[in-house]
């Protein structure tokens, strides 16, 4: 996505994520529900045609979240619910209206989902299908071919406002099995993998042709807890599985130590969002004991849903989690399933691994999109609901100033922390990639995959 389309403002991951301009070149608050922006007037689109505020009224309308006709869903309606209108003042500026007050609008512009497509582009395929065979954005490459499950295939954008993209073209190679993507790599097939656990790393560093980068990214694992559960309804249950596990070992032992921790479900790179405070999670096994027969367990079975390693270390971390759990009286046991849809089967009365990308930098863009009454976990069946999470967090999107919004976020934490758990927090995610060292990329911040010019790597080698 981020090869293929811009934002009107984006993330600057050599800045700890601060917003910098895309194809917004500025913008100023007007009011608290209002945002001008003025839009570069050198953005060409890959089928050549310019781009205008008619373009990004449309992008961040109804009209293309929903897809033609209307009749889809958008992941984007997660972070844009909140955006009203777009007003048109002239081809190259537009109002950004909110439906009150709203601090977070201009991270929302730069969040997955509002990207700006070509109108008529769009509104020519006519269908999902003929729109995702030729999408076309601004971005730095252009999609010239893909397989689903197979490969995607793109092309430099020789007339990208940001400067010419810095390869010809980017493959990518869809490669499930970890032991055949090291091999490619190894062999010369392949300049650069994802998804490399730490036991691959020796393998890989000891070539001097080769590298391995990465670390923590705006993502936080944790298990899902199905509240409707006969078991696990019982939120002194659910902690008491949280309190059980010593994340530090986990980190130390799957990880080689390079993952964080965080202090409830949140980062620090939420800024004013971040409440520093908040008590770190806990590893008490004697207080989960203690919980545990306050709730009257008596070893009832609780399932544990897992894939075969779809996230790196997801078995050997599942393994080391139920020998905790078991040392405090938890009768946890493993049902491997060979999908996502088998995972989340109606009822699934389990607990099941996931993570979660903070669409922007705020709770709102990341634990709310998981757990407020429009997010995943309340629409799956009624895994968990919460009515005061969910009166809170309706308050948290109408205020703007932010000790009043560092209050209602604190007790947003304690929530979903202690009082009821919908989930077991369990790390800040990584993402490690082995390359070639003489191919000029660094990663992000993100899980996006960045190669276009702004990448970090290829301004530094600009600079020198």
Known sequence: M????????????????????????????????????????DVIFHDGSPLTAEDVAFSLGPDHLLGPGRSGMSEALQSLDRLKTVQIVDPYTIIVHAQGGDALLEQRLAAWGSEIVSKQAFTAAGSWERWTAAP???????????????HVTLAGHDAYWGGRPPFDGVEYRII???SARVNGLLAGEIDLITDIPPDQFAGIQKRPDLEVLGGAVQNIRSLVLDQSDPVLKDARIRRAMSLALDRKLIVESLWENRLPIPNGYQLPSYGEGYIEDFPPLAYDPDKARQLLAAAGYKGERITYRLLNNYYPNQVSGAQTMIEMWRAVGLNVKMQVMENFAQIQRQPVHAIYDTSNTALFLDHLGHPWREYGPNGTLPKRGGIWRNEEYFVLGAKLQETVEPDKRRTLIRRMLEIVNDVDPPCVILHVSGQFYGKRRDVPWLPGLMLDLNFGPFNQALTRTRAR
């Open 136 to 150: 076309v954005g601004s971005g730095p490459y252009r999609l010239v071919g893909h397989k689903l499950d197979v």
């Open 2 to 41: 981020p090869q293929l389309f811009d934002t009107l403002i984006a993330f600057d991951h050599t800045r700890g994520m601060a917003l910098r301009p895309a194809l917004a070149e500025r913008w100023e608050r007007i009011d608290a529900q209002s945002l001008r922006l003025s839009l570069r007037k």
């Open 176 to 178: 499930p099995e970890l």
